[in-house]
């Protein structure tokens, strides 16, 4: 599917979806406990990957208030459950009895390999061609060096995974610059381990907060975990305990509505995102980028509402070593911005579901940007740039897909983003929103 977009200008309300990094720690926590109700879950593609997990482990997952999820599509957007019902395993993963499929879902890979690997048997993970490009090698090896098996059948440190052999308590070193979800498996994991695990970082950590993010659900089901001067350590012999877990809503997803704001919003009026209530997120980063860009933005912690204006940006620095999937939103905003925009400390961005920063300068170049591309950043000279629509691809990435949607509200003619159903990835109905909001959008 297409999706094409003619310039336009925006304003109204509007809700970002619910987090998925929160939905997916709370789902395969709630599968470490004994039984939780996730409320207000992102219903989508990537944690549907994670609940099918819990089940291969033994529990059971069900998705209520939308569509049965026996008969709704995991890439649908429409029908969207308002609660997953979750009957853990009870502390130790069951050998699964079939492959587990995590799709396109990195998270779900990760976290799940962890889990994989306090079976008594062998569990084999896989996913789309995505996923099976991407590292997984500094899990498997700390895995196996926590005494059990994992192993990359290329031996490629790839996906399809064969990973169990029940893996035991300890210590483990890894790098902390390819991804942090590699610490927040074993935190997870380690919590139900006779003695714990202990994890030191060989390097510095990129994306710190998704640790604070897990931190944060391991104490709202009763886990207790703790920074160390070397890295991070969690207990054992603990037990996940939740009768209720609410999701709270999702700054990346909400970086869209807010750069279409900033960049597009009609005159006098204003877009409005609900539901930005302070958490451990730190993708909620973007409202202090586009304060220091010049926006005409406002947050209301209390009321949980960010108001946004159009304005007039400048170009600044942003390092998103901790904030990676902000990228693509912020290029956007630098190929519109006076000046130029230097995203730095980016390197592990080409390791997501795409190399995101090679992929956005591509394609902001051909949408008329003066774009420099280094290995470990993107220069956007949006003093220099013009937009002009054009064919773009999505690259089955869904936050290229957004972010290209509104470079698309300000460039002149029609811009056509492929892949556009992979937004139900994180934010499905992306598309019918920003309709609401007044952009001159289809899909087909």
């Known amino acids: 599917m297409d999706a094409?977009?003619?310039?336009?200008?925006?304003?109204?309300?509007?809700r970002a979806p619910p987090s998925k990094s929160y939905t997916h720690r709370a789902i395969l926590a709630a599968g470490y406990g004994a039984g939780?109700?996730?409320?207000?879950?992102?219903?989508?593609?990537?944690?549907?990957?994670?609940?099918?997990?819990?089940?291969?482990?033994?529990g059971e997952v069900t998705w209520v208030g939308g569509d049965d999820?026996?008969?709704?599509?995991?890439?649908?957007?429409?029908?969207?459950?308002?609660?997953?019902?979750?009957?853990?395993?009870?502390?130790?993963?069951?050998?699964?009895?079939d492959v587990i499929d995590c799709a396109n879902s990195g998270t779900t890979m990760r976290l799940v390999t962890a889990a994989a690997g306090l079976t008594n048997g062998l569990a084999v993970l896989t996913g789309d061609g995505s996923l099976r490009s991407r590292p997984q090698g500094p899990l498997l090896d700390a895995v196996a060096d926590l005494g059990g098996r994992a192993e990359s059948t290329r031996r490629n440190g790839q996906a399809p995974l064969v990973v169990g052999d029940a893996m035991g308590s300890g210590t483990v070193a890894i790098p902390g610059d390819v991804s942090s979800q590699f610490v927040t498996a074993l935190l997870m994991a380690g919590a139900v381990t006779?003695?714990?695990?202990?994890?030191?970082?060989?390097?510095?950590?990129?994306?710190?907060?998704?640790?604070?993010?897990?931190?944060?659900?391991?104490?709202?089901?009763?886990?207790?975990?703790?920074?160390?001067?070397?890295?991070?350590r969690v207990h054992g012999g603990q037990t996940y305990a939740a009768d209720e877990y609410a999701v709270p809503g999702d700054f990346s997803s909400m970086s869209y509505l807010l750069a279409a704001g900033a960049v597009a919003a009609a005159d006098g009026e204003a877009v409005v995102v609900e539901g930005a209530r302070p958490s451990a997120q730190g993708d909620s980063a973007i409202v202090d980028?586009?304060?220091r860009m010049g926006a005409d933005i406002e947050w209301d912690e209390d009321a949980g509402e960010i108001t946004v204006r159009a304005s007039s940006l400048s170009g600044v620095e942003v390092d998103v070593g901790d904030t990676p999937?902000?990228?693509?939103?912020?290029?956007?905003?630098?190929?519109?911005?006076?000046?130029?925009?230097?995203?730095?400390?980016?390197?592990?961005?080409?390791?997501?579901?795409?190399?995101?920063?090679?992929?956005?300068?591509?394609?902001?170049?051909k949408l008329g940007?003066?774009?420099?591309?280094?290995?470990?950043?993107l220069i956007v000279h949006g003093g220099d740039s013009a937009l002009s629509g054009a064919t773009v691809h999505g690259r089955g990435d869904h936050r290229l897909v957004m972010a290209l949607a509104v470079a698309g509200l300000v460039a002149d003619g029609e811009t056509t983003v492929t892949g556009a159903e992979h937004v139900d990835?994180?934010?499905?109905?992306?598309?019918?929103?920003m309709a609401a909001l007044g952009a001159d959008v289809s899909v087909a």
């Open 369 to 377: 940007a003066e774009v420099t591309e280094e290995p470990d950043a």
């Open 194 to 232: 006779d003695e714990g695990i202990e994890v030191d970082l060989e390097t510095e950590l990129k994306s710190a907060p998704y640790v604070e993010i897990t931190r944060e659900v391991l104490a709202d089901f009763g886990v207790d975990s703790e920074r160390t001067e070397t890295g991070f």
């Open 425 to 433: 990835v994180s934010f499905p109905g992306f598309f019918e929103t």
């Open 325 to 365: 999937d902000l990228l693509p939103t912020i290029a956007v905003l630098g190929a519109v911005a006076d000046g130029e925009t230097r995203i730095v400390n980016a390197e592990h961005v080409r390791y997501k579901e795409t190399d995101r920063v090679a992929a956005m300068a591509e394609s902001l170049e």
């Open 289 to 291: 980028v586009l304060d």
């Open 4 to 14: 094409h977009v003619s310039p336009s200008r925006v304003a109204g309300r509007a």
């Open 36 to 58: 939780t109700t996730v409320t207000d879950p992102l219903d989508s593609a990537d944690p549907r990957a994670t609940g099918r997990a819990v089940e291969a482990f033994g």
């Open 69 to 97: 999820a026996d008969d709704r599509d995991a890439d649908s957007a429409e029908g969207g459950a308002t609660a997953v019902e979750v009957a853990g395993f009870a502390g130790r993963p069951g050998t699964p009895d």
